[in-house]
């Protein structure tokens, strides 16, 4: 399995940390030495669904194909308006496709789950030569703004990648922990003359230390297996793109494997966690920023809300 082409798309509406130390008691300091984080785009007259075409649009322009060529769509999402139909079948009306689409739900994770499931498509399906990957994600939609623990940390954005056969996939490794305490969201569905349960509403629950506690341990055993299972070492490693959560993960995990701050490229400053769509909004601006050169070996890691985690190892060799 090979990527062949890159795409993302960004609110216009660019929050700053000072823009929110206007109602929140938080400062840009505050934010910046627990976060990293600078600013995030947030959505405010756009739709979702949008920002995820114009990202699908933007790969398949890269890969130089049409959305008549794909062959399966894959979206994840965590939360978006519609409950049904699925987010992937909105996106291919919208770009023009035909092919069978689906949503899945990896959280933060999506993106490795969902490279995991088109390279089994691939191996499985000899009908299969073409797969859109999409990642749409609007976590600012999930907290509450006068909690300054959650609320800073989110930015909304999409991300996509085009994927044909080839052997640029070498290793994968997926982890689920069910720690649903350390980070959720419930919701109260419609009521019905039955229910009688009580039935829990509110915004993203995230206990922090936890959080990071997990991402780091998880991301360290996924990278490890990767590396190992590839016949690579870290130091053959040329860049290790990591969920944009937060800073401190980042720099954790760098520190643990010993590894220069050029090889853990991020743009978590400008635009915060976005959720699963971090990790291939971060690859389309290297890929665009020609940062990444033929035959390069990307880990890529990202952890998230389950508790789930993955790691993957691929060359590149897109031109």
Known sequence: MNITGTGSAHPSLTVTNEMLADFLDTSDEWIVTRTGIKQRQIISNERLEDLAATAADNALTDAGIKASELDFIICSNVVNEYITPSMSCIIQGKIGAECPCIDINGACAGFIYALDMANSFFQSKSEI???????????????????????????????????????????????????????????????????????????????GQDVFKLAVAASLKDIECVVRESGNTYDDVDHYLLHQANIRIIETIRNYINQSEEKFPHNIENYGNTSSASIPILLDELNRNKQLKCGDTLVLSAFGAGFTAGACLFKWSKN
Not at 134 to 144: F, G, K, Q, Y
């Open 129 to 207: 030569n073409t797969i859109l990957i999409v990642c749409a994600e609007e976590p600012t939609r999930m907290v509450d703004w006068q909690q300054r623990n959650t609320c800073v940390l989110f930015g909304d954005g999409a991300g996509a990648v085009v994927l044909t056969r080839g052997n640029d996939f070498k290793a994968v490794k997926l982890t689920s922990i069910s720690k649903s305490e350390a980070l959720y969201q419930m919701r109260k569905l419609e009521s019905t003359p039955f229910i009688s349960k009580d039935e829990p509403d509110g915004p993203l629950v995230m206990k």
